[in-house]
């Protein structure tokens, strides 16, 4: 039963998997209050005493909601899809379903967590190098897929959990500057969605705790 108190997202502006349930929220018209845990000042807030208590994993997000705290993004997004009115973030025909989930966890558990910050701080120099090979290996794959499995959005024409994978992840690419032309597919759905507003609200360059000089 959804509670009346508004859900509270501890994220970071920049973090993919905090933007991933900002986009949910928006998406189905849910307010929420966000607490902003800096990744990188003092070595990173995540990894305190104090937030640890929310996610043992010590990685945001970490989402209060109805009385429970919850991390992992996927399953916050399929909390907040089976609680809450409003569009359906995961198909109703179960072939369709199994495609959003297929593509993402392809970014969830295939790409992400290759090129998250704790991973990438252990390469040192070569980090961008490491971040750009992790990143190009999934997208190669995913390409076929989605060239497959897509309409107007990932999966034929329902904005659906694969989309809000999807999106977070090109904007890492874009970080790391992986070569975006190679996945025409990834391209034009990426172009599509960063239209909607759901996904623009929710964008890192617009959060509480976005620095100025990265405010558009
Ligand atoms: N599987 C987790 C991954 C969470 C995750 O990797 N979070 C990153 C930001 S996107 C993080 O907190 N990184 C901090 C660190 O690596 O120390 C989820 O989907 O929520």
Known sequence: ????????????????????????????????????????????????????????????????????????????????????????????????????????????SGIQPLQNLYVIQKMGAEKMQWAQHFIDRGFRALEPILKETSGTYCVDDEISMADICLVPQVYNAERFKVDLEKYPTIKRLNQTLREIEAFRVSHPSCQPDTPEELRG
């Not at 607490?35 to 070595?43: C, F, H, R």
Request: a positive charge; glycine letters at 6%; aromatic letters at 6%.
């Open 1 to 108: 039963m959804a509670s009346q108190t508004k859900p509270v997202l501890h994220g970071y502006f920049r973090s993919s998997c905090s933007w991933r349930v900002r986009i949910a929220f928006a998406l189905k018209g849910v307010e929420f209050d966000q607490v902003p845990v800096n990744l990188i000042k003092d070595g990173g807030l995540q990894l305190t005493e104090q937030y640890k208590t929310l996610n043992p994993m010590q990685q945001v997000p970490a989402v209060e909601i109805d009385g429970i705290t919850l991390s992992q993004s996927l399953a916050v997004i399929q909390y907040i899809d089976e609680t809450r009115p409003g569009p359906r973030l995961l198909p109703a025909d179960p072939k369709k379903r199994a495609q959003v989930r297929m593509i993402s966890d392809l970014i969830a």
